[in-house]
């Protein structure tokens, strides 16, 4: 990859990575860093990456990289431990998008993520699979288990509301 | 040919139905119907159960086959339709399944909300910092602003050593050129006019001695004194400090040379100046060197504030060096400090990457 495609990628990728990052991590900072990183690594591995395959590679070094980060700071709440009543208090949200925010904050990192990167990024199974490292199987049944867990969550607050 | 068991009797009876056994084989399989009755009952059975089977609507049979898993495993095939796992025939088969249960369809309308959109709102806005220069064009840069930097020592290095071989100065010429004003203020008690008569060298053009006026700096004030008490001499462009209540007699001045640098005159008991004629005000005066146009000759009776007030060429230097600074985008500066503490003045230059000082005397 030249000097101009990794600049052009730059500007492609780097709001994409920044956006799955902070919707992961809930930290805006931290997120700015993990972006950093990442294209840190992509400069120093310039001469061995593929421009037609820098996508997948700045979000599979991002996608590690805050993993490592979530896996040092152990600070998520799983949620099948979450009581929904508690959540109950229709009044703090105001539309579907601030439900679904919630809800995507309850699932586990795993789901989490591979739910962004196929709904932001419209990444298939088996790019999934590759950024994640996982089996493109194991991919699919975090995806619909992920679905079913938000789907219980809006339909307890609609059923609430 | 092969007998008839009870272990292999089915293929038998496939072949009976479908005609495709010989003589010799039917009269085996009745014998052995005939010994295994329950099996012909068996028979009976499959022969009539296809005959049924050609009967029935085709279109019912799918539909009920298909009906099972969407019934079971409702959630999955909601993701699946959301996900786009589904085939068109399945697609299809799923959609009237959900038309015809509105139950379902309420359902199926949870899954789709949790369908994600990227909210493009939230920005990378430091994009800048990780893109990266051609390494050459840096190379480039920095050799261009380095010899910039160079150049503009060597030019200031010029200027200043210029100033040192040729005392004549545009920028003392342009102090002499000022036509200042002398007030001499004398003691209310004491006023009398005095009638003076004060030029500078610049307003005589039939002046004699203006070659030798030339070769120096000094600004020649030329004038006479008619009254013996002088008090107070003020607004000289020199730094003159004169005692008010001491008089100083019978002084007659018919040409003074005041140089418009710095040049404290004491004038106490202990030391009265003598003006005579044509006695030039160079005893205090500091010799124009280098350091003298920086302000750093005299340091032992200034303080950081009168060196201030000095306009040098160190501040020139500052202002032209911070100019280059700009226009090379860089921070730049060239600037003196005293120090009362170690009594020491020095002058610094500071610029990205390079730093340098050199204390003065």
């Known amino acids: 990859m030249k000097l101009e495609e990794y600049n052009i990628s730059v500007d492609q990728h780097s709001d994409g990575v920044f956006r799955f990052i902070l919707k992961n991590i809930k930290d805006e900072d931290k997120a700015r860093d993990i972006v950093q990183d990442s294209f840190e690594k992509l400069w120093r591995n310039v001469d061995n990456v593929n421009f037609l395959k820098v996508k997948s590679y700045l979000y599979t070094t991002a996608y590690r990289t805050m993993i490592d980060l979530i896996r040092r700071e152990k600070r998520k709440e799983d949620f099948d431990q979450v009581d929904v009543s508690v959540y109950s208090h229709s009044q703090h949200y105001t539309d579907l998008k601030e439900i679904l925010d919630c809800a995507l904050e309850r699932l586990s990192d795993i789901q989490r993520s591979v739910v962004l990167l196929r709904d932001y990024e419209g990444y298939n199974y088996q790019e999934i699979a590759e950024i994640t490292e996982l089996s493109e199987s194991q991919v699919k049944v975090y995806i619909y288990r992920a679905r079913k867990k938000m789907k219980e969550y809006i339909g307890h607050l609609e059923s609430v509301i | ?361």
Not at chain 2, 67 to 82: H, L, T, W, Y
Not at chain 2, 195 to 211: C, D, G, H, Q
Not at chain 2, 311 to 333: C, D, F, R
Not at chain 2, 343 to 352: C, I, Q, S
Request: proline residues 4%.
């Open chain 2, 1 to 361: 040919m092969t007998i008839i068991t009870r272990n292999n009797y089915e293929e038998f009876f496939l072949d009976y139905i479908e005609g495709e056994i010989d003589a010799q084989e039917e009269a085996a399989l009745r014998v052995f119907l005939i010994k295994n009755p329950d099996l012909k009952e068996e028979l009976d059975e499959m022969m009539g159960m296809d005959l049924v089977c050609e009967e029935s609507p085709v279109r019912n049979e799918s539909s009920s086959l298909k009906e099972i898993p969407f019934q079971v495993n409702f959630d999955d095939f909601c993701v699946a339709r959301i996900e786009g796992d589904l085939d068109s025939y399945e697609e299809k088969a799923f959609e009237d399944f959900v038309i015809s249960h509105p139950k379902k369809e309420k359902e199926l309308k949870l899954y789709r909300k949790t369908k994600l959109e990227a909210d493009t709102s939230i920005l990378f806005t430091n994009k800048k910092s990780l893109k990266k220069r051609n390494k050459k064009a840096l190379f480039k840069q920095f050799v261009f602003t380095s010899l910039a930097t160079a150049a503009s020592i060597a030019v200031l290095f010029s200027v200043w050593t210029s100033e040192i071989e040729n005392p004549s100065s545009n920028l003392e010429l342009e102090l002499v050129s000022h036509n200042t004003p002398i007030k001499i203020v004398t003691p209310d008690s004491t006023k009398v006019t005095i009638p003076k008569e004060i030029k500078t060298v610049k307003n005589i053009s039939n002046y004699k001695k203006t070659e030798k006026v030339k070769h120096s700096s000094k600004t020649k004030i030329k004038g006479k004194i008619l009254n013996k008490q002088i008090n107070k001499m003020d607004a000289l462009p020199l730094k003159a400090q004169v005692s008010p209540k001491e008089p100083i007699n019978k002084i007659k001045v018919k040409e003074l040379l005041a140089n418009n640098t710095i040049a404290p005159i004491e004038i106490s008991q202990q030391k009265l100046i003598e003006l005579t004629e044509k006695k030039r005000l160079i005893q205090n005066v500091p010799q124009n060197t280098g350091l003298a146009m920086l302000g750093i000759s005299w340091k032992e009776s200034k303080g950081e504030e009168d060196v201030r007030k000095t306009p040098t060429l160190l501040k020139i230097a500052s202002y032209g060096v911070s100019q280059i600074g700009k226009l090379a985008g860089k921070k730049i500066n060239l600037e003196k400090k005293y120090d009362p503490k170690t009594d020491k003045t020095r002058v610094a230059f500071n610029t990205y990457g390079i730093g340098f000082s050199a204390p003065v005397k």
